[in-house]
T-cell receptor, first 113, second 117 residues
Framework: KAGVTQTPRYLIKTRGQQVTLSCSPISGHRSVSWYQQTPGQGLQFLFEYFSETQRNKGNFPGRFSGRQFSNSRSEMNVSTLELGDSALYLC????????????FGEGSRLTVL | AQSVTQPDIHITVSEGASLELRCNYSYGATPYLFWYVQSPGQGLQLLLKYFSGDTLVQGIKGFEAEFKRSQSSFNLRKPSVHWSDAAEYFCAVGTPINTGTASKLTFGTGTRLQVTL
């Protein structure tokens, strides 16, 4: 069974631009979560989607948004990029909602110049 | 709000030696507890989890962890470390689904394990 796939793996943007990251969960998983990982702040929860509905949102500004499609694939978007948005963005999927048994992708590493 | 403390930022052990990584959590009730491992350039992999029941849980790769309610701890152990265990280890706490927080995990800051040969 294929794992969680995130694209792109690496990307470089400049301040003020926007970026869209994609995540394909494990087949049959309907819950998708997003986390931001930085050396300074560690792993921080962004949001979670289940059956196309946002179930939870972390403490991030409105520039961070996401959505989930009917096939459970998810995208997250960051608008008006800032230098501090440079991070590894991890997507995780789960078969059961709310168990915390997350299967992570390898992440999308975003560098903002 | 829940929180997780991993007091050791970096630990070095010799191959074959035993390992214990510390984790303390703060939560008003019994949380869901997890240990994840992250190798360089990779995502996180679930090692083991505790939801309820037996307080000693077994995970993959020979790891185990013990939930101690009185100490609010969930320490990770391995009797004999292999060089391939070198990675960063994260303890995480989640809250039961009926509280409505679903899969929102709070992670500790991680412990980087170095294994010397």
């Amino acid at each position: 069974k294929a794992g969680v796939t995130q694209t792109p793996r690496y990307l470089i943007k400049t301040r003020g631009q926007q970026v869209t990251l994609s995540c394909s969960p494990i087949s049959g998983h309907r819950s998708v979560s997003w986390y931001q990982q930085t050396p300074g702040q560690g792993l921080q929860f962004l949001f979670e989607y289940f059956s196309e509905t946002q179930r939870n949102k972390g403490n991030f500004p409105g520039r961070f948004s996401g959505r989930q499609f009917s096939n459970s694939r998810s995208e997250m978007n960051v608008s008006t990029l800032e230098l501090g948005d440079s991070a590894l963005y991890l997507c995780a999927s789960s078969f059961l909602e709310g168990t915390g048994e997350l299967f992570f992708g390898e992440g999308s590493r975003l560098t903002v110049l | 709000a829940q929180s997780v403390t991993q007091p050791d930022i970096h630990i070095t052990v010799s191959e074959g030696a035993s390992l214990e990584l510390r984790c303390n959590y703060s939560y008003g009730a019994t949380p869901y507890l997890f240990w994840y491992v992250q190798s360089p350039g990779q995502g996180l992999q679930l090692l083991l989890k505790y939801f309820s029941g037996d307080t000693l849980v077994q995970g993959i790769k020979g790891f185990e962890a013990e939930f101690k309610r009185s100490q609010s701890s969930f320490n990770l152990r391995k009797p004999s470390v292999h060089w391939s265990d070198a990675a960063e280890y994260f303890c995480a706490v989640g809250t039961p689904i009926n509280t409505g927080t679903a899969s929102k995990l709070t992670f500790g800051t991680g412990t980087r394990l170095q294994v010397t040969l």
